[in-house]
């Protein structure tokens, strides 16, 4: 990925927030709009389309047409070979119009941020009434069913002996574990009990050893480890027990994010490079080597079955690969516009979501990739995630007026009756 941090973020205009009624009440308290208030019309980012000099789908694709998406194997601005390449991709035709997860209410103005404009793995869910996210260089943990958010982290300072300041680029919270990456390759975690100190850790090798994509595991032996992808193409495995780093693994190129297989023996990983790279968990040795994307990769994730796993690339597509024969994608799934940052398989495995830079997320049903629902928001998405038991998916959007924390449920399948 780009050392430099300097975000390609797309503005958004002064888009206008519903005011009060006549009765100098709000139309929506605590900036929270909720399922009902949507079905009565009221827009789930609170902005008044009504006031707007454009309709909303004029806007949308006025959008459309002025995003440029950022590729970093394009050498020269004025070479249109990759560009002309991306285009020509054969991608699988899916429908677009299924409703698998719901909207049921958002957080405006919950302030969320993105520490490196390529990195987009910054909200997860560890249940339904606790979501993290970042906002600055802090950690702030939502309550959906409180409708308050706190602080839990704060890596802005070094205010106490061996403390660490960080700039945070990545962030996973599982385990009961809260773990954060900073952009010179700084790790820091804590266990989510509010009174538990943070432990730190200096790994980079080099200067430009930004923490790409965090996870957190326990390994067989039931050893709590943070896997940390890096800058400075290693993949690190920290003993969040001891802080030490138990395990370093080379890679060729800067990791940009990985993924451990269920069963422990694999990983996937991606990086700066075309390239996606299956090795032996345990020894680094390669298992596989896939060449078809166009450009460097942010996302990857397996599937719950172990034999499925999918990749995200600047070259706007998604890529399902089976790991019995990875001679070439069993579906490449197109993006509306821009890079895939952030790729999530539900828990259960039923759902692939998949997210853009801006704007959309889609949700794969994963029994055929036929069909797909797409959420359609304005704003840069710092990530998404799936609560554990699947029942509501959180997106963190960064925009400053109209972004927010937004939770979708899922639509509950009617029971099938047989006489």
Request: negative net charge; glycine residues 6%.
């Amino acid at each position: 990925m780009m050392a430099d941090d300097t975000p390609t973020f797309i503005s958004l205009p002064h888009l206008t927030k519903y005011s009060e009624e006549a009765q100098n009440k709000p139309v929506f308290e605590d900036n929270i709009i909720t399922e009902d208030m949507c079905i009565r019309g009221i827009d789930m980012q609170g902005i008044d389309w009504f006031k707007e000099s454009m309709t909303r789908d004029e806007y949308r694709n006025q959008r459309i047409k002025e995003y440029e998406t950022y590729l970093s194997c394009k050498s020269d601005d004025e070479d249109d070979t990759l560009e002309e390449q991306i285009q020509s991709q054969q991608t699988k035709p899916v429908a677009k119009n299924e409703e698998y997860y719901t909207f049921r209410s958002s957080k405006i103005n919950e302030p969320c941020s993105i520490g490196h404009f390529q990195l987009r793995n910054l909200v997860w869910a560890t249940n339904k009434n606790n979501v993290y996210y970042i906002c600055g260089d802090t950690v702030r943990q939502w309550s959906p069913q409180r409708q308050k958010s706190a602080q839990v982290m704060d890596l802005s300072t070094a205010n106490t002996p061996g403390s660490i300041s960080c700039k945070i680029t990545s962030m996973a919270c599982a385990q009961q574990v809260l773990f954060a990456g900073g952009f010179q390759g700084e790790c820091a975690w804590k266990a989510l009990d509010l009174d538990s100190p943070i432990q730190y850790l200096s790994n980079a090798n080099t200067a430009s050893g930004i923490t790409n994509y965090t996870d957190i595991i326990r390994d067989r032996k039931g050893v709590l480890l943070g896997i940390v992808s890096n800058n400075d193409a290693t993949i690190k495995c920290i003993n969040l027990t001891t802080a030490q780093i138990q395990k370093t693994l080379a890679l060729p190129f800067a990791v940009n994010c990985s993924s451990i297989s269920p069963d422990q023996n694999m990983l996937c990983l991606v990086g700066d490079s075309t390239e996606t790279h299956l090795i032996d968990a345990n020894n680094g040795e390669p298992i596989a080597k896939i060449n078809e994307h166009f450009d460097f990769s942010f996302a990857c994730c397996w599937h719950p079955d172990g034999r499925t796993f999918a990749t995200g690339n600047q070259d706007r597509t998604t890529r399902v690969y089976d790991v019995r024969n990875t001679s070439s994608a069993l579906h490449v799934l197109g993006s509306h516009v821009g890079a895939i940052r952030s790729l999530h398989y539900s828990n259960d495995g039923q759902y692939l979501a998949a997210a853009e830079p801006i704007d959309f997320v889609h949700i794969y049903e994963t029994q055929t990739y036929n069909s797909s629902q797409v959420i359609d928001m304005f704003g840069d998405i710092a990530g998404v995630s799936f609560t554990p038991e699947d029942q509501s998916l959180f997106i963190a959007n960064t925009d400053e007026r109209v972004g927010g924390i937004f939770e979708f449920q899922k639509v509950e399948e009617d029971p099938i009756f047989y006489f």
